[in-house]
């Protein structure tokens, strides 16, 4: 059924002009307030029915393909939320009557619930390709947060406990799982387009005579201003310095520069977020600084915010963020993705082609490296730790009281700290050696004075405060949480504990978990089933 027909029976209308969108067939819908349900595989170009008004709601439909969103109990929809919809050409419509209502209306209207596919493949910022997986169990063993099981063959994801690290990409042998990125192509969208380029971004490239030549050899790709990430970690940088030295902050203090940890924190060590930094990412803070000033300089033309990013940790903070506030940021870029053009531009460049575009000192370019946000207090009371596996292991320490005299923790998800990101090109230590020769530059222009700093560090802070995401618990009731675990602790005690993962389960206490929770039977451990026929 064609929407505009769809939208006439519920009194429905789009909220901005689009035939083409009018003319749409539809056979499927999906029901939810709950973004977290969007993402379990529903079939392409389904309707979405929400009476959610933020801009999550348009990330996660983009992620899944569902090309039409209704509104329901008259909300009022702001124009951010409208024009994002208009950018990913998503039809937006709203209507006066309540979920239930919509339901019923379109279930008579020969509308029904996509088929839900039991390959949870689509994981916010990463997605599965099923043709490539044989479902090798790598992803699952690596997983930090054992997110990944093995159901008829094939990897499937949690997307509640997925954390977003990589490990997945980095470890799966036939590249199965890949990351959601934008393409280069959706500057053709916008009339002013701005680069923002992370600090990793400098560590992928040999032999560069200065910051500026990577700088102008990314502008050349097609942008038409370029800022650093590097700003908006030197102005935390400076705000965390005098949070610190005011000694109002519980200690230790933890950084909030990696958004897989903050996940990693809110799903497995919720008493460790009162210690956690408030502040958004530097991306964000920059691109809010750079769209201010491109809009008070060109206010008729529609401008374009591109994150040259160097990891999935990155993506889903922006594109499926639960932050109050719209995202300044539009499009994704994976640092891969623009390596070859920027590196022939810079083979093509004459130093007469080089323009002064740098914006940032030392402090902020150091936060590619484990330890370089850390620097910047002025103490040597800190732990700068990098791995996902080493940090839960420091976690731990600071829960148990085992950790002393640390007044920072500075915490990186990737081996090597985002040099080590999903998304780079170069190994992370030759990066490193890359990156030092930038810092360096940076050291003998600007020594270590800061560049950039906020005037009033309330810009900085996040729209909602970050909270515990329960999602390992057994279940709400403590009643049944602890029968659950009673029952787990029996099962466990009848596997052979030896965590082959043939079950597709990473060890066999997960295994014993999954079964409390209905999500498999004890028969698919097949060790087990042998040793009873024995």
């Not at 997110?147 to 994801?157: C, L, M």
Request: with cysteine; charged share 30%; net charge negative.
């Amino acid at each position: 059924m064609k929407l505009k027909e769809i939208l006439r029976q519920i009194d429905g209308r789009l909220l901005y002009d689009n035939e083409e969108a009018e003319e749409r067939e539809y056979s499927y819908a999906v029901a939810t307030d709950l973004m977290s349900n969007v993402m379990l595989g529903n079939v392409d170009d389904s309707i979405l029915i929400t009476s959610l008004v933020n801009p999550q709601v348009i990330r996660a439909s983009e992620m899944m393909n569902i090309s039409s969103i209704i509104i329901t109990g008259d909300k009022p929809v702001q124009d951010t939320m409208i024009e994002l919809a208009q950018n990913r050409n998503i039809a937006l419509a709203t209507t006066e009557l309540p979920t239930f209502t919509v339901c019923g209306k379109l279930h008579n209207l020969g509308i029904t619930e996509g088929p839900i596919t039991d390959d949870d493949s689509n994981i916010t910022s990463i997605v599965l390709n099923g043709e490539r997986c044989i479902g090798c169990i790598h992803c699952v063993r690596e997983c930090p947060t054992e997110a990944i099981r093995i159901k008829n063959g094939k990897a499937v994801v949690d997307p509640e406990r997925c954390i977003e690290c990589g490990m997945c990409i980095k470890v799966c042998p036939r590249h199965a799982m890949r990351p959601v990125v934008d393409a280069l192509d959706a500057m053709d969208k916008y009339d002013y387009r701005i680069a923002i380029p992370s600090s990793a971004f400098f560590g992928q490239f040999e032999n560069v005579p200065s910051r500026n030549h990577l700088l102008t050899a990314l502008k050349q790709v097609g942008f038409d201003e370029v800022y650093e990430e590097a700003m908006g970690a030197e102005i935390i940088s400076d705000a965390t310095r005098r949070k610190y030295l005011s000694g109002n902050s519980k200690l230790p203090i933890i950084s909030s520069g990696c958004p897989s940890i903050l996940k990693l924190i809110q799903l497995k060590f919720p008493n460790l977020l009162e210690y956690v930094l408030e502040f958004k990412p530097p991306a964000e803070i920059v691109a809010e600084i750079a769209r201010k000033k491109a809009e008070e300089k060109y206010p008729d033309k529609k401008t374009g915010i591109f994150f040259i990013a160097p990891c999935t940790s990155k993506i889903s903070f922006i594109k499926t963020s639960e932050e109050d506030e719209e995202s300044n940021i539009d499009e994704m870029v994976a640092i891969s993705d623009v390596y070859r053009q920027v590196l022939s531009n810079l083979k093509a460049m004459k130093d007469s082609d080089v323009e002064d575009l740098e914006r940032t000192g030392v402090t902020g370019l150091r936060w590619t490296n484990p330890g370089g946000e850390s620097l910047a207090l002025g103490t040597d009371k800190f732990i700068a730790v990098d791995g996902i596996y080493e940090v839960m292991e420091i976690f731990e320490q600071i829960e148990n009281d085992k950790l002393q005299n640390v007044d920072f923790i500075e915490a990186e998800a990737c081996v090597g700290g985002c040099l080590g990101g999903s998304l780079t090109v170069e190994n992370c230590y030759s990066a490193r050696a890359n990156m030092k020769r930038i810092v360096d530059e940076a050291k003998r222009k600007y020594g270590g004075r800061f560049i950039n700093t906020a005037d009033d560090p309330a810009v900085l802070l996040r729209g909602r405060e970050l909270k515990y995401r329960p999602v390992l618990q057994l279940d709400e009731d403590l009643n049944v949480a602890l029968k659950k675990m009673e029952e787990m602790g029996r099962v466990l005690s009848e596997l052979p504990g030896i965590d082959c993962g043939v079950c597709g389960a990473p060890t066999c206490r997960a295994f014993a978990e999954d079964v409390v929770r209905g999500a498999t039977t004890e028969k698919a451990c097949i060790i087990s089933r042998r040793t009873r026929k024995r």
